[in-house]
């Protein structure tokens, strides 16, 4: 079946076969890992197709590229070896003297990043609180070429008007860049509301096992896509075939895990909201969440990332270091729930004032709840923080 007959499908049916074909030597139904760095050429400079050198092609890797680009709705996808090697490649778009807006409350190796390694090569970067566009608007120059931004944001759960953020980089001459990573596109498709580029770790859910890293980029643009090309293969963060496979395979079950991510994210979030023990809730699928409508407006599901604030530190470290069920440690989005301490472990390289400044306090815990029986993970909950009506 022709991709271009996967369009009016349903995401499921997308994530299983847009990009997949059988293997035509022997049929088999699941892409081949293509483990090889080079390829046998039957003339002087005249490769096979455009397969000549495993960092600028590789079957495996471009199947997954393939699907990625169906589930996002774009035209073409892009694979790294990592989430920042993702981002490091569209900040790599601009030339010194250019300028970027980027949302403040980012993941805070992609905020260490910026700060601390692009902008000595002349990018100069702008943190705003992008939830105000008009906050967006006014960060603004001439020589801004980029807007960046998180939605939800990791782990404040701060969510931005995409399409109004899209029109205001766009009347700039400017791109919008999305990091999709903690919607998936399965919650949210950036693309499809304005944006020039969807951003992932799919070392979170897009893999969704916990056994893999890496990156992936969306665009709608032929030329964009080109350029992001050139410069993966400048500067070579390709991911492995292997990591490429056990990516496309977790694509597969993209739909269904979500549909649980959700479900059990949802049902945390509730719980924990109004507990004695915890003093606020952090999560876009919760009517009390500041920009609840906004959310609903532009996504389908609200995803297993739940953060709540437990008041303390001390109280923080006790609560993330004896449940049973949610595995203390960093990274999200596998089908094990786990459980963090922001402030000191994902975002440990943010100034202290920033974090404050964001409200990324010593008592915020993120728990990125997996597909475990509801009850079971409630359970696990309520052995460190008590029933709710105690």
Known sequence: MQDA??????????????????????????????QTSTYVQPAVGKPNGHY???????????????????????????????????????????????HVVSEENTYGGTTRMFTRVLSRLGIEFSYVDSRDPHTVAAAIRPETKLVHVETPTNPMMRVCDIRALADLA?????????????????????????????????????????????????????ELWDELMFLRKSTGAVPGPLDCFLTLRGLKTLHVRMERHNRNGLAVARWLEGHPNVDRVIYPGLESHP????????????????????????????????????????????????????????????????????????????????????????????????????
């Open 5 to 34: 007959d996967m369009n009016d499908m349903g995401f499921g049916t997308r994530a299983i076969h847009a990009g997949v074909t059988p293997e035509p030597v022997t049929g088999a139904i699941m892409t081949p890992i293509f």
């Open 52 to 98: 000549d050198y495993g960092r600028t092609a590789n079957p495996t890797r471009e199947t997954l590229e393939a699907n990625v680009a169906a589930l996002e709705s774009g035209t073409r996808a892009m694979a790294f070896a990592s989430g920042l090697a993702a981002i490091e490649a569209v900040v790599k778009l601009l030339s010194a003297g250019d």
């Open 170 to 222: 766009h009347g700039a001459d400017a791109l919008l860049c999305v990091d999709n990573t903690f919607a998936s596109p399965y919650n949210q498709r950036p693309l499809e509301l304005g944006a020039d580029i969807s951003v992932h770790s799919s070392t979170k859910y897009m893999n969704g096992h916990s056994d893999v890293i890496g990156g992936l980029l969306a665009v709608k643009d032929e």
């Open 291 to 390: 920009q609840h409508a906004l959310a609903a407006s532009q996504m389908s599901g609200f995803t297993g990332m739940v953060s709540a604030d437990v008041g303390t530190l001390e109280r923080a470290k006790a609560f993330t270091e004896n449940t049973r069920l949610f595995s203390l440690a960093e990274s999200l989005g596998g089908v094990e729930s786990l459980i963090s301490v922001p402030a000191l472990m994902t975002h440990a390289s943010v100034p202290e004032d920033l974090r404050a400044e964001m409200g990324v306090t010593p008592g915020l815990v993120r728990l990125s709840v997996g597909i475990e029986d509801e009850q079971d993970l409630i359970a696990d909950l309520k052995t460190v923080l008590g029933p709710k009506d105690s």
